[in-house]
Every structure is written in C-alpha cells, then in structure tokens.
C-alpha cells in the first residue's frame, strides 16, 4: 500500500494529514503523522496565563480521519531511498510533508542563559507560568520587542513590572510603522519600560545586566529573540533561505517525492512576499501539502496555494489589542475592538476534532477571508 509520510504534529503537520485524508477519500491509501507530542500546541496562544489550555489532543482530530500517529522524533530523512528514522525505527514513504516547525534561536555565549525562560514551547510556558505562580508585583525583563515579545511583556504586566529590551532603536521594527503608535502607547497603559539599542548580557539569580552595564532585578528573564527553521530542512535542500527553510514551487513541492509545509516552507505568498512562520500560513500550508502529497500518488490534479489575505492580531494585555491588514499593516481595530477579534481569532484557530466529515470540510477550506476581520 502507497504511503504518505507527515513530520510534525503543529498546525501544518496536523492539517497535513487532514489534507491527505481528504485527498485520499475512498482509495487504498496509508497516511501516518510522525511526532512525539500527544498534543496539537496552540502556540500563538502561549503567553496566555495558562498554557495548558492552549492545547487539543492529536487523536481527536487523527482517529476520525484514518491517520495513524507514530508517537517518535525523526532524526534522518533519506530522500535516496524515500525513508525516514523516527525513534530507531524505519518508516519507508512514499511521498513526505516536511512540516517540522521552528524553533527559538537560543543565544550564544551568554553568561547565565540556562536561567533565561521563554514561552517557544508548551514546556517553555510552563515553566514561566509555575515560576511566578501566586507572584505579585514581581520584576521580569523581556528580551525582544517583536511580536512574541510584545505579547510576553503586556502580559507579564498583569500582574509585575516589566521591562522590555531590544536591540533595535524602536519596538516591533518589524511589524513596521503602522501600529507603532498604537503599541507605544498600551505599553505607556500598561507601564511597561523599555530600554532600546541594547540588549542582555548576563543572567544572575534575581538580576540581569544590560550591554551598558546596567544591572536589573529581574524574577524572571523572558527571551523572544529569534526563529529558525527545523534542522531537519537540511536533510532535504542544501539551498536554504535565511531562516533555514526550504525552497518550495506553487504546489508546495521541494523535491520529486518530498512536500514541505509550515515553518519549514520557503513558499511565495504573492510576487513579493514570501509566507511568515506563523499559524495563518501553516494551516494553509498544510493543508495544501498534504492534500497534494496523497493526490500525486492518487493521480488527482494537485492544488496551488492560494492563501488569504495576510492579517496581525497582536495582544496587548490590558490595553486590548491591535488588528491589521495587508503587508503594510493598516490598523483596522485596536483597544477593546481590537481585543474582541483576537479572542475570535484565537478560538478560530482550534481545529475541530472528533467529527471527520468536520475536520475534511475544514482541510478543504485553504483560503479563507474571514468575515469577522474588519476591512
């Protein structure tokens, strides 16, 4: 029996194997996701005060749909001889979605970065969240004032004094002008302090130093700086982009037998954008890679991607948020207004789960121009 191969059990690994699912219909074809986690991690929802609820059990949307899940790591792809190694054991394929995910750039030679907590990982937020547990008025530094960090720091603020750090001279350089102001100013709400052009460079018990020597109390040290692709994109492509993923044409196609979705997919979002390692690109992604990995084994014409429009929900704590459209992220909604389409945002990104006629409806929805968003 043909096989389909899925790595990774994210947004885009999950959505792979509902795509191949719907690919496959009827036809005598296998489709096993590879991961080692129980749990689809919500990771958009990480900084939220409890990051176990940000979490759906694999099997409920896996079961339904006739995808079996190896519970492994993969720690080889050999694309010669179209096999995987996922916890000592060989799983031969047929054709292979790479949807391996990213991770946080850990940094290098800091002094004290085991002490640093980040919020990467359901792990990770766990480990924050039972640190400062029953906390009040604590002291907590976050390194990085992009959109994880901006998310972190305004959150942490609930509850301590918070003092966000950048390299760069303004606060989320990359997400443009556009809602600079709107964040400058829930920060100032929120009084959240800020130290920019600099960054951190060590990491005591209860202090952290500045590059100008500074010192700081610091409960707890929070680093957002940074994403790279799985180092498993390497075993696919030698040409890398400068996040580690792997070039892909409009069917998602790396090589011959190999698809690549998600984080670890260098595809074009239009002529002059290439997709962000975000979940709104990952769900796409996946489902059009999967999708297209169980058609070319089924002779079923494969599909583009097509994805929606490019949106930025950024939470602000308790100055709301702040909701954008295009590439040059125009401010449609901020504040309370703001707020009420994150948490709509948020509750739409739950995959359904226990119903598979539900679960291929969703697979088979790639773009998607929600209502909700305002134009």
Not at 63 to 75: M, Q
Not at 88 to 116: F, H, I, N, T
Request: hydrophobic residues 45%; charged residues 20%; proline residues 5%.
């Amino acid at each position: 029996m043909a096989h389909v191969v899925i790595i990774g059990g994210g947004f885009a690994g999950a959505w792979g194997a509902a795509g191949a699912a719907l690919a496959r219909g009827d036809a005598n074809l296998r489709v096993t996701l590879i991961a080692p986690n129980e749990h689809l991690v919500l990771r958009p929802r990480l900084y939220e005060p409890e990051p176990d609820l940000a979490t759906v059990e694999l099997r409920r949307i896996l079961e339904p749909i006739g995808v079996e899940h190896l519970r492994a790591t993969v720690s080889t792809i050999d694309t010669g001889n179209r096999v995987v190694v996922a916890g000592g054991e060989q799983v031969r394929y047929d054709r292979l979605v790479l949807a391996a995910g990213s991770k946080l750039v850990a940094p290098q030679g800091l002094p004290g970065a085991e002490r640093l907590f980040d919020i990467d990982t359901l792990d990770g937020a766990r480990r924050l969240t039972e640190h400062l547990r029953g906390r009040e008025g604590y002291s907590a530094v976050v390194v990085g004032a992009g959109f994880v960090g901006l998310e972190a720091a305004t959150a942490l603020a609930a509850r301590g004094r918070v003092l966000l750090v950048d390299r760069s001279e303004v606060v989320g350089h990359q997400l443009g002008p556009g809602p600079r102001e709107h964040i400058e100013a829930a920060l100032d709400t929120l009084g959240v302090e800020r130290r920019l052009g600099t960054t951190v460079t060590r990491v005591g018990d209860g202090y952290a130093v500045l590059g100008d020597g500074t010192t700081v109390e610091a409960d707890a040290v929070v680093w957002s700086v940074g994403m790279r692709a799985s180092e498993l994109t390497r075993q696919v492509s030698g040409r890398l982009d400068l996040l580690g993923r792997v070039p892909v044409d409009r069917w998602l196609r790396a090589l011959p037998e190999v698809f690549v979705a998600g984080d670890t997919a260098a595809a074009a979002f239009d002529a002059e954008h290439t997709v962000m390692q975000a979940c709104q690109h990952a769900t796409p992604l996946g489902k059009v890679a999967g999708y297209n990995a169980a058609a070319d084994l089924l002779g079923v014409p494969l599909r583009e991607f097509t994805p929606g429009p490019y949106v930025t929900c950024l939470d602000l704590g308790g100055a709301g948020a702040i909701f954008t459209r295009g590439w040059d992220r125009r401010v449609m909604a901020s504040g309370v207004d703001g707020a009420a389409v994150k948490k709509r945002i948020n509750q739409h990104i739950h995959p359904p789960v226990d119903d598979a006629a539900k679960i291929l409806a969703a697979a088979d929805r790639v773009y998607i121009d929600l209502p909700f968003f305002p134009r």
